[in-house]
Structure formats: C-alpha cells, structure tokens
C-alpha cells in the first residue's frame, strides 16, 4: 500500500508540473501577474499557508491528524 500511494505520488506531481507547463503562458497571456516573493517572505507565506492548513486537518481528524502530520511533513 506504501509503494503504491509513494507511486502514485510521483505520478500526481508529474502531471500537475506538466499542467502547470501548459497552462502558465494561457494565463500570463490573460493579464495574470506572477508576483516573485523575496526568499524570506516566500518562507513566512508558506509556513502560515501549511500551518492554517494542518489546522483544518487536526481540527476534524484530533485522533489520526498529527500522525497523518508527521508522515507527510518534510523533517528540515
């Protein structure tokens, strides 16, 4: 079941990097504006993005959410 949902995984990414290829010139030719963040602003956006987002999971799931946390939280 591992292997499986590892694999399945790498398949999703692909095709949402392969997505993103082919819909990023449709937008930007429809007046989307890609904003750059500094490298520390882009940090602190993400950190609060992933932390208010594992709320909303912790808060429905209190019993299975931090293990699922833990699993799929990269270690630094």
Not at 8 to 26: M, N
């Amino acid at each position: 079941m591992t292997e499986a949902a590892t694999e399945s995984e790498k398949s999703v990414v692909a095709y949402f990097d392969d997505l993103e290829k082919k819909e990023r010139p449709l937008l930007l030719k429809e007046g989307i504006q890609v904003i750059d963040l500094p490298p520390a602003e882009k940090e602190k956006f993400l950190k609060v993005a992933y932390d208010e987002g594992w709320k909303d999971v912790l808060a429905k799931c209190p019993s299975t959410g931090p293990k699922l946390k833990e699993l799929l939280t990269k270690k630094k």
